[in-house]
């Protein structure tokens, strides 16, 4: 019996080894493991054996019996995995494209906006906006341009009443600094925010002007601010928009509404500040304008100059992509191409 | 302004290079927009000097010239008028380029045979060179001209172009620059000696000045030359105004340009002999008073300008231009000279006016000090007798009505940190402020100093003002990076940058592309959504100086933006187009300004999806528009509800208004066919507008939690048959008020063969839950039939078997 309980353990499992697919390994256990099976029939019999015997071919039937099904397990698990590892269905071709997704974008003016927000919000500063056609008081009066300055040269101005004939005429906001005399006449310090926003200036098209461009300013009023702070944040600025290691260059300029006055200029990257076509041979590109808010701007808003002072600064956005993706045709960013577009 | 170095360097010693000197200057303020070297090309020129002028054998307009260039004496043949020997002139000797004067184009001399006689090299006029236009005759160069010194070295430059700020008046001029240079250099400022002879009758027995109008004109000076002969300046005077920007006309005039250029204090010149009486009346136009200026131009004077007039008649407008009928000319011999200090906003008001601007206007309108009329008037009477001849009047005329003490202003160190956030010591304000021009005095309380800033600095009249100054001259760079170390503000809300952002981000998730467009359209563009006679109402906001026709009113509408980029896009894209802006509208408002509203707009047209492998889809429609809206404002989190909507723009019928909380926020639809002719669009394009400032809160509040369902739901599905012009909304109303119906959803439209005419079908999912228990077949089955009864009720509903 025991030899007979052998011969079949080895049978079995040599014909275990033989199946390759998961389909016959049912009849193979039918055959050595089933009601009906060699094995099952050795194990109904052992009733009539003698005690000694009973225990020993009963205890070897068992062993047998299990060493039979682990086999099986084992055999059922390995086939499934061979299987799943071998491409059902034909092979997929996967160079074919997939189904498409309709793909939008934000403007890349929009984008840029955004970017430039974020770093701003991480220091504290608050998005606000304004109204883009504004009074002559906000635009010019207030940030200390009164009426025949010669700085409103440099901005000429699309007007909405014509300026001679009414005492606080309504204009196109020339830059987003109106925004700062609103917010310093309806906020008390602290106060920090950015305004980003569309602006105007009465100027032909052509491929670096535009009458309609965007502008971010900002403000910051509060005790004890200084120039320091000043090249501070707009330093920090620059590092995260343009990337650590950008030199950055502080010189004095002249914005009637700060003293002192500032310009930031980053090296030129595309020369590595050797000079070239982009940065009209100098290394440097302006970025923006900046200072300390003049006393004149912030009395006018009921701020007491002797108590705080304020850092303000202006950009250009549309530069700032043109530089960033070499684009070198500022109309590219309204003519709304969606080749030009897609791009960004 | 330009900045020749070697006119700089007869005020200031330069030991920088140019390039360093632009990098002062441009740090310190005054930025070097440009550096032009000039001379750089006039390689192997030379200076040399006519020794003999001969007939040429062949021709009788042609010479042959010998001209001395140090050891050589070549001979050259030349057909210029001008040969006078002894006059220092331009050798150019084979190889040398130089301008052709005929082509422009730049080119090598030759050996060359002319008529016979070979010519090796040339004496070349100023054309030649590239210093000016002019060929009449060949250029002759100052008696003084060392002969045999190479071109570049003797007439050779840099010019530096100085872009000065609008406060810096006082930059405007040589003098003004080299004071910058000196102070950023630790150099002094050397100026000319101011003396001349005074051999004439005393001035205030042969001119008469009045002030009428004082608040126009601070002071008025005057110089008389009489005996003077007018003609050609000198070559070294119409170099230095040609480096500049200049034309040379005759030496009186160009000593007024000169002087202005020098000193930045502008100056006139009459002729005194057309001066009635050599009396001036400095006074505000007459009404209807007319000028015919020095370029010949009626000019038509209001009461706001001011003229200088003489006894009789008007004879310039001040500080802008002079009068043709007192104008300096070949045939002047004594010359009133004018040195005045005038209102700048009035120059900037008449200048822009009359369509003048020039480079006295330039330098009034920035406030010049009055200071510099005596200086400039002295300067330039000087010049005259030189270069002129003649003999100067005694004394000089000096009416002053407008002088204004400076008062000094107080200065602290600690004034300086509290802006600059650095230390800087009491010397290093003083040593900063002095070399600038400034006189510091002891304060009452140390460590401060009261400043009196030098005349010149007409821009500097507070403490910030002298910060600045300290802060440039040390230099912004000695000035720390530190971050803000205030607290941060409180911010109330500004909600509308978020919503915006979570608006566009919706969008741009379901395929669309964002586009900014300009602000301003033309009537003729809005007209083209509208029918005849296209009544725009309200009317649009007009600019009072439009740029062009295009763009001549605020656009009320993104409308004809949208639709503009969509035709233009059209041409290249072969697949569906959406595009959406997120940009203001300007409508009147009620208040002084227009009342700007934020508004999405969004188009759609063409293949709903991509060409592709995977099949089509069919046209973007109406319900692709609806379909977005509601995703929109699910995400949003805000209920949203469409109505019958009457929209010119839109097709009848295929449009919807979007209501919220009861207002409409805006429209949806497929546009009028009207329209999409107007814009050359053949094919069904949607748009959809929202007023995202509109009443009703976008930024919905925050919703209340409801428990997630603890037990199943019951689906049956139940399709209906209805009269055709039964809605979906009518049976979503019709089953208000079954609680244990929690969800509805349409997923079939049926009309066809298979039902009766004028008849549809709506198929709807119904979904039946308890928060409490398991619903039995049973409840739900009575709860369906409640349901049929009703619809079958208020409807007319049958099941569809």
Redesign the interface.
């Known amino acids: 019996m025991l030899e007979q309980l052998e011969a079949l353990k080895t049978r079995a499992l040599r014909e275990l080894d033989g199946i390759s697919q998961i389909q016959a390994l049912e009849p193979w256990r039918v055959r050595y493991l089933g009601k009906k099976s060699e094995l099952t029939g050795i194990l109904r019999g052992l009733s009539g054996l003698a005690l000694e015997a009973r225990k020993a071919v009963g205890g070897r039937a068992n062993r047998v019996k299990i060493e039979l099904e682990d086999s099986l397990a084992r055999k059922r698990e390995a086939l499934e995995e061979a299987q799943m590892a071998s491409p059902q269905g034909g092979i997929t071709d996967i160079s074919?494209?997939g189904?498409?997704?309709?793909?939008?974008?934000?403007?890349p003016?929009?984008q840029t906006i955004?970017e430039i927000?974020d770093i701003f919000v991480s220091?504290?500063f608050?998005?606000?906006?304004g109204?883009?056609?504004?009074?002559n008081y906000y635009n010019f009066t207030a940030l200390n341009i009164p009426?025949?300055?010669?700085?409103r040269?440099?901005q000429a101005t699309?007007?909405?009443?014509?300026?001679e004939t009414t005492a606080?005429p309504?204009l196109?906001r020339t830059h987003t600094t109106s925004v700062t005399a609103r917010i310093l006449e309806t906020r008390r310090?602290?106060?920090?925010v950015i305004e980003p926003g569309?602006v105007?200036r009465?100027?032909?098209i052509d491929t670096s002007h535009l009458?309609?461009f965007h502008q971010i300013d900002g403000v910051?009023v509060?005790?004890?601010?200084?120039?320091?702070?000043l090249?501070?944040?707009l330093?920090?600025f620059a590092r995260r928009f343009f990337g650590e290691g950008v030199r950055v260059?502080?010189?004095?300029?002249?914005f009637?509404f700060v003293?002192?006055?500032?310009e930031m200029a980053i090296g030129c990257s595309v020369c590595a500040g050797k000079g070239c076509r982009v940065c009209?041979?100098?290394g440097w590109i302006e970025i923006l304008g900046a200072g300390?808010l003049?006393?004149q701007v912030l009395r006018y808003a009921g701020i007491d100059p002797e108590v705080y002072?304020g850092l303000a600064w202006g950009m250009g956005v549309e530069r700032l992509p043109m530089l960033r993706y070499g684009i070198d045709d500022i109309r590219l960013?309204?003519?709304?191409?969606?080749?030009f577009?897609?791009q960004f | 302004m330009k900045v020749p170095l070697k006119w700089l360097r007869d005020y200031v010693e330069i030991r920088l290079t140019p390039a360093e000197i632009a990098d002062r200057l441009?740090?310190?303020?005054t930025?070097i927009?440009?550096m032009t070297a000039t001379g750089g090309d006039w390689d192997r020129m030379v200076v040399g000097q006519i020794t003999a002028v001969g007939p040429h054998p062949n021709a009788d307009r042609l010479h042959l010239v010998t001209i001395n260039i140090g050891p050589e004496q070549p001979t050259v043949v030349c057909g210029a008028p001008n040969l006078t020997v002894g006059d220092k002139v331009v050798f150019a000797p084979v190889g040398a380029r130089l301008t052709d004067p005929h082509s422009g184009q730049v080119v090598t001399l030759k050996t060359a045979k002319i008529r016979g006689v070979e010519s090796s090299g040339m004496a070349c006029s100023e054309k030649e060179l590239g210093i000016s236009d002019n060929h009449e005759g060949i250029m002759v160069l100052s008696p003084e001209a060392p002969v045999g010194t190479p071109l570049t070295e003797y007439l050779g430059d840099t010019v530096l172009d100085a872009e000065v700020?609008?406060?810096?008046a006082d930059c405007l001029s040589i003098t003004g620059i080299a004071r910058e240079v000196a102070a950023l250099t630790g150099q002094a400022v050397r100026l000319p000696d101011l003396g001349y002879p005074e051999t004439g009758p005393a001035i205030t027995e042969v001119v008469s000045v009045e002030i009428a109008d004082p608040d126009l004109c601070r002071r008025y000076c005057a110089s008389l030359v009489t005996g003077i002969r007018v003609g050609e300046s000198p070559p070294w005077l119409q170099q230095r105004l040609l480096a500049c920007g200049m034309r040379p006309i005759n030496n009186v005039v160009d000593i007024t340009n000169y002087v202005m250029l020098e000193y930045g204090q502008p100056l006139h010149s009459f002729d005194y002999h057309q001066v009635s009486g050599g009396k001036i009346v400095v006074r505000r136009a007459a009404a209807g008073e007319v000028l015919v200026s020095l370029d010949g131009v009626d000019r038509a004077l209001t009461t706001d300008m001011l003229v200088i007039a003489d006894g009789e008649r008007a004879v310039a407008i001040g500080g802008v231009m002079g009068g043709a009928n007192s104008e300096v000319t070949g045939g002047t011999t004594a010359i009133l000279l004018e040195a005045a200090s005038f209102n700048?906003?009035?120059i900037?008001?008449t200048g822009r006016t009359l369509s003048l601007p020039s480079e006295a206007c330039l330098r009034f309108?920035?406030g010049i000090s009055p200071e510099l009329t005596v200086p400039a008037l002295r300067r330039a009477t000087q010049l005259i007798l030189e270069l002129a001849g003649g003999q100067a009047a005694r004394g000089i005329i000096d009416v002053y009505p407008g002088r204004v003490e400076t008062p000094p202003i107080r200065l602290t160190t600690a004034r300086v940190k509290?802006?600059?956030?650095?230390e800087f010591s009491l010397d290093q304000i003083i040593s900063a402020l002095s070399a600038l021009g400034f006189t510091c005095a002891g304060g009452s309380a140390d460590p401060s100093m009261m400043v009196t800033p030098p005349y010149w600095r007409t821009d500097v009249k507070?403490a910030?003002?002298l910060?600045?100054e300290v802060?440039?001259v040390q230099g912004?760079?000695k000035?720390?990076?530190?971050?803000?170390?205030?607290?941060?503000?409180q911010?109330d809300p500004?909600p509308?940058?978020r919503l915006k952002?979570r608006v566009?981000q919706a969008?741009?998730?379901?395929?669309?592309?964002?586009?900014?467009?300009?602000?301003?359209t033309s009537l003729k563009q809005l007209g083209r959504l509208l029918p005849e006679p296209h009544p725009l109402e309200p009317a649009p906001?007009?600019?009072?100086?439009?740029?062009s026709a295009d763009?001549e009113v605020?656009r009320p509408s993104l409308r004809p933006n949208l639709l503009a980029?969509l035709v233009?896009?059209r041409r290249?894209?072969d697949n569906?187009?959406?595009?959406?802006e997120m940009g203001?509208v300007?409508l009147p408002g009620t208040g002084?300004?227009?009342d700007?509203r934020d508004i999405l707009g969004a188009v759609l047209s063409g293949p709903r999806?991509?060409a592709?492998?995977?099949g089509g889809g069919g046209n973007l429609d109406f319900y692709d528009t609806k379909g977005v809206v509601e995703g929109l404002f699910r995400q949003l989190g805000v209920a949203v509800d469409f109505t019958t909507a009457n929209d010119d723009s839109f097709a009848p019928g295929k449009q919807a208004a979007i209501v919220v909380a009861g207002n409409r926020l805006g429209v949806i639809g497929e546009l009028h066919p009207r329209v999409l002719q107007a814009f050359e669009i053949p094919e069904t394009t949607c748009l959809l507008e929202i007023d995202l400032a509109a009443p009703a809160p976008l930024t919905a509040a925050h919703p209340r939690y409801q428990p997630v369902p603890r037990f199943p739901a019951t689906v049956r599905d139940l399709a209906l048959v209805v009269e055709a012009a039964v809605t979906h909304r009518r049976v979503l109303d019709t089953l208000q008020g079954f609680s244990l119906l929690t969800q509805v959803s349409l997923f079939d439209v049926y009309t066809g063969g298979q039902l009766p005419p004028g008849k549809k079908s709506l198929a709807y999912r119904l979904a039946f839950q308890s928060p409490e228990r398991t619903l039995t077949d049973q409840e739900v089955d009575q709860v369906e039939q409640q349901i049929l009864a009703r619809l079958a009720a208020e409807l007319g509903a049958t099941r569809r078997a």
């Open positions: 074919l494209p189904r498409p997704l309709p793909g939008g974008r934000w403007h003016i929009t955004r927000s220091m504290g608050q998005v606000v906006e109204p883009e056609a504004e009074k009426d025949e300055h010669p700085a040269d440099t699309f007007w909405l009443d014509p300026p606080n309504v196109l310090p602290p106060i920090r569309k105007y009465y100027e032909a009458p309609m910051a509060d005790r004890g601010i200084t120039m320091a702070d090249k501070g944040t330093y920090e260059r502080f010189r004095c300029d002249y009637p003293e002192p006055g500032v009209g041979n100098t300390m003049h006393p002072s960013f309204y003519s709304n191409d969606l080749r577009l897609r | 441009t740090m310190a303020g930025e927009g440009g700020t609008p406060n810096r700048p906003a009035n900037h008001y309108e920035r509290q802006l600059l956030g650095v507070l910030e003002d910060v600045e802060a440039r912004y760079d000035i720390a990076i530190t971050m803000l170390s205030q607290p941060i503000p911010h500004a509308m940058p952002a566009g969008l741009v998730g379901y395929g669309f592309q964002e586009i900014i467009s300009y602000s301003l906001i007009p600019l009072a100086n439009p740029l763009q605020l980029a233009a896009n290249h894209e569906g187009i959406r595009l959406f203001r300007y002084e300004l227009p700007e999806q991509e592709s492998w995977h």
